[in-house]
T-cell receptor
Framework: AQTVTQSQPEMSVQEAETVTLSCTYD???????LFWYKQPPSRQMILVIRQEAYKQQNATENRFSVNFQKAAKSFSLKISDSQLGDAAMYFC??????????????FGAGTILRVKS | DGGITQSPKYLFRKEGQNVTLSCEQN?????MYWYRQDPGQGLRLIYYSQIVNDFQKGDIAEGYSVSREKKESFPLTVTSAQKNPTAFYLC???????????FGNGTRLTVT
């Protein structure tokens, strides 16, 4: 079974600075998807960024980018120019590309990000 | 606007009672999912359904039941057999292909 590990329970960053959240995963599959979700205090799950494993290029969405290292099974999230609104719980998630597995997301335990003004 | 509606936002029940959490989507998505969130454990999959009238157990299905009689609806029943039902429950849905999951706003269930 696939597992996702987020080794940083909590991180802090100064407003306007850059922070990197770590995520590692374990799988024997070669084709899969990786995601970062943000959960603010409202508890709404918001998709931040996604990465297809077959793509070598790292995904980028405005101030959010990932460092995808397939061989190392690492998928870190970099937030540039941090803003107060970035404060939230961040979840890393894995999904197999095999449809018969139900497109289920496997989540890490999450990292609480605090942004200091 | 299309989306996923979970109701109610907060739910309180006495121990030993069954309770049903509602999840409705108007996104025309085929697949629907129920996740449970506990502090420090991330989200864990309870049940999922890829098509009407069919559903599969997730990682923590014991003490829960679901039905999928309509494409738009995927209610979750928390039975008295669930030993630790107090948690935050999230419903999600997904379209075909590589599209991401869309989540509802969740239901906070408290059982005393």
């Amino acid at each position: 079974a696939q597992t996702v590990t987020q080794s940083q329970p909590e991180m802090s960053v100064q407003e306007a600075e850059t922070v990197t959240l770590s995520c590692t995963y374990d799988t024997s599959e070669s084709d899969y998807y990786l995601f970062w979700y943000k959960q603010p205090p409202s508890r709404q799950m918001i998709l931040v960024i996604r990465q297809e494993a077959y793509k070598q290029q790292n995904a980028t969405e405005n101030r959010f980018s990932v460092n995808f290292q397939k061989a190392a099974k690492s998928f870190s999230l970099k937030i540039s120019d941090s803003q107060l609104g970035d404060a939230a719980m961040y979840f890393c998630a894995y999904r197999s590309a095999i449809r018969e597995y139900g497109n289920k997301l496997v989540f890490g335990a999450g990292t609480i990000l605090r942004v200091k003004s | 606007d299309g989306g996923i509606t979970q109701s109610p936002k907060y739910l309180f029940r006495k121990e030993g009672q069954n309770v049903t959490l509602s999840c409705e989507q108007n996104l025309n998505h085929d697949a629907m999912y129920w996740y449970r969130q506990d502090p420090g454990q991330g989200l864990r999959l309870i049940y999922y359904s890829q098509i009407v009238n069919d559903f599969q157990k997730g990682d923590i299905a014991e003490g829960y039941s679901v039905s999928r009689e309509k494409k738009e609806s995927f209610p979750l029943t928390v039975t008295s057999a669930q030993k630790n039902p107090t948690a935050f429950y999230l419903c999600a849905s997904k379209n075909r292909g590589s599209s991401p999951l869309h989540f509802g706003n969740g239901t906070r269930l408290t059982v005393t």
